[in-house]
Nanobody, 122 residues
Framework: QVQLVESGGGLVQAGGSLRLSCAAS????????MGWFRQAPGKEREIVAA??????RTYHVDSGRFTISRDNAKNMVYLQMNSLKPEDTAVYYC?????????????????WGQGTQVTVSS
């Protein structure tokens, strides 16, 4: 089992950047595929980015603005977000699962953090 804690959210102006962090506790972090999801008010949860166990494979819904990375030595996964837009406003969640190598669907992840709020003002 793994526990996840997100940080790095906040209020930023449109065009700005934020770097979200997700700290994982527990053993064998490198055995977990990781993902970032977001949910805006009144909308369904959606994938933002995912990364494989080793970090060698990634998926981004918007690769021009978002970059996912991980540091298995530190049990950390990151989401660098650039050129933020008001429509990026949402609660961002970190997710993990050790049953898959790389996953882009929410139902593929068993473990979730509490989320961190990102608000982009226009």
């Amino acid at each position: 089992q793994v526990q996840l804690v997100e940080s790095g959210g906040g209020l930023v102006q449109a065009g700005g950047s934020l770097r979200l962090s997700c700290a994982a506790s527990g053993r064998s972090f490198s055995s977990y595929a990781m993902g970032w999801f977001r949910q805006a008010p009144g909308k369904e949860r959606e994938i933002v980015a995912a990364i494989s166990r080793s970090g060698g494979r990634t998926y981004h819904v918007d690769s021009g603005r978002f970059t996912i990375s991980r540091d298995n030595a530190k049990n950390m996964v990151y989401l660098q977000m650039n050129s933020l837009k008001p429509e990026d406003t949402a609660v961002y969640y970190c997710a993990a699962d050790d049953r898959v190598v790389l996953a882009t669907l929410g139902r593929q992840y068993r473990y979730w953090g509490q989320g961190t709020q990102v608000t982009v003002s226009s």
